[in-house]
């Protein structure tokens, strides 16, 4: 199936660093979803957005519809150890075909975040 | 607040075994999902129901099947077990109303297939 560009892969950084990852797709997609899976656990939804140039806030986090609906990216403020996990985006095509398809979300494979106390 | 709850945490099950994972939502969401997760794969959707009774194809259906004889209940069955089948299984929902389609999970069921 269609999958998104998500990138780093994986990243390790200390403690009060800024983190930055981005998706990107090869068509265009109506909203973009930010989730983070702790280890164990099911992914929990932490930014939604749903205009192309949307940016929003969700605490030490911001992440922005990207003006081509292409892409999005997700940073995340002065990190601290409990935001260690998987950030996966996801989002819903602008073009569907499929009566079902317009349920699907297409997702990324996963930034995995470690943080050095 | 959503709430989607998976039968099980943790399950072993024998190659060729029967197994049913079931998946309950208590928020009248019309649209429930079925997903397999594997380290470097991501999230693969395998089955999806937006309706009582009515159920599609995700991207990686064979093997599997599913029932959905109730709004809020999502079962997923394995016929016949494989070792290939042991992977970290997480079920979702969505209302049909959201256009914007997020998805709520629940926590996860670990499948081992031995």
Not at chain 1, 3 to 17: D, T
Not at chain 2, 33 to 43: A, E, H, S, T, V
Not at chain 2, 101 to 110: A, E, H, L, V
């Amino acid at each position: 199936g269609q999958q998104l560009n998500q990138s780093p892969q994986s990243m390790f950084i200390q403690e009060g660093e800024d983190v930055s990852m981005n998706c990107t797709s090869s068509s265009i997609f109506n909203t973009w979803l930010w989730y983070k899976q702790e280890p164990g656990e099911g992914p929990v939804l932490l930014i939604a957005l749903y205009k192309a140039g949307e940016l929003t806030s969700n605490g030490r986090l911001t992440a922005q519809f990207g003006i081509t609906r292409k892409d999005s990216f997700l940073n995340i403020s002065a990190s601290i150890p409990s935001d260690v996990g998987i950030y996966f985006c996801a989002g819903r095509p602008g073009r569907i075909e499929g009566a079902g398809n317009n349920r699907k979300l297409i997702w990324g494979l996963g930034t995995s975040l470690a943080v050095n106390p | 607040d959503v709430k989607v709850t998976q039968s099980s945490r943790y399950l072993v099950k024998r190659t060729g075994e029967k197994v049913f994972l079931e998946c309950v939502q208590d928020m009248d969401h019309e649209n429930m999902f079925w997903y397999r997760q594997d380290p470097g794969l991501g999230l693969r959707l395998i089955y999806f129901s937006y309706d009582v009774k009515m159920k599609e194809k995700g991207d990686i259906p064979e093997g599997y099947s599913v029932s959905r004889e109730k709004k809020e209940r999502f079962s997923l069955i394995l016929e016949s077990a494989s070792t290939n089948q042991t992977s970290m299984y997480l079920c979702a929902s969505s209302l049909l109303g959201d256009g914007r389609g997020t998805q709520y999970f629940g926590p996860g069921t670990r499948l081992t297939v031995l």
